[in-house]
């Protein structure tokens, strides 16, 4: 935000010439103005960009801020310019509420603030004597062309997303910590079960051909194979008792 790359127009000489409504259509000039493109830059950069050196965010920021400065009249009659003037001009400078209403937005508008010599002169340039357009207050020139009230709120919905995210964090965590202090063991071998194999216990309680609920893999392989020695050995003992039972016969037969 360079404010002092604001662009100066003075206005109200003695004769009181131009009047607001002369100042008002500058700011039409003014607008025209920023519209206008370089023709020789490939893309076709700003021309004011080009002419000032204002860093600017085109999705956020407003155009280049002017400053109207009132000299040698009296405080009641720029009071009263100033006013006909921004009641010209809103279409200008007048920003767009934020979907909460807690700033204005300004993108694509002309910042007008305007202050007067004698108060330049008695409080210095850095002093509060700066009114914006669509303001109560006079500031300082910099919260004057600038948005304060954008910064701060930004700067609290930041805050307050890094605490929720922070929030959220914390209860994930317990709720793991709770996930992992009921997660249920092996009731083999005691170990605690995986996601997978608890998920698993839960959907199938039953045991199946190769599923064993509730044991650890490598207890369920362990099962799985003891069954299948197990069988094994009952299978060949049925075959030696079906041999043992066919030998007297065969012998008897024979006989
Ligand atoms: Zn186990």
Not at 95 to 115: C, L, M
Not at 201 to 217: I, K, L, Q, Y
Request: proline share 6%; net charge positive.
């Amino acid at each position: 935000m360079g404010a002092h790359n604001a662009h100066y127009e003075t206005a109200g000489t003695r004769e009181r010439r131009p009047d607001h409504v002369t100042i008002a259509a500058k700011f039409d000039r003014y607008a025209r103005f920023y519209q206008r493109t370089a023709k020789d830059i490939v893309g076709g950069a700003w021309l004011w960009s080009i002419r000032w050196n204002y860093d600017t965010d085109p999705y956020r920021d407003p155009l280049p801020p002017i400053l109207l400065v009132f000299n040698e009249i009296g405080a009641r009659s720029a009071r009263t310019q100033i006013r006909n003037i921004a009641a010209l001009t809103r279409h200008h400078w007048e920003g767009q509420p934020d979907r909460e209403g807690a700033f204005h937005s300004y993108r694509g508008k002309i910042p007008i603030v305007a202050t007067r010599l004698d108060l330049l002169r008695k409080h210095g340039p850095h002093g509060p004597v700066f009114w914006r357009f669509g303001r109560k207050h006079r500031e300082d020139l910099w919260s004057a062309v600038g948005n304060p009230r954008e910064e701060a709120t930004l700067r609290q919905r930041a805050q307050a997303y890094r605490e929720r995210q922070a929030q959220e964090k914390r209860q994930q965590a317990r709720q793991a910590a709770q996930r992992e202090a009921r997660r249920p063991s092996c009731t083999r071998c005691g170990q605690k079960l995986t996601d997978d194999r608890r998920r698993m216990t839960e959907t199938f309680p039953e045991p199946d051909h190769n599923w064993r609920p509730g044991v650890c893999a490598s207890c369920e392989a362990d099962v799985l194979h003891q069954e299948k020695e197990q069988e094994r050995v009952e299978a060949e003992e049925r075959q030696r008792q079906e041999t043992e039972a066919n030998r007297p016969r065969s012998l008897f037969r024979r006989r």
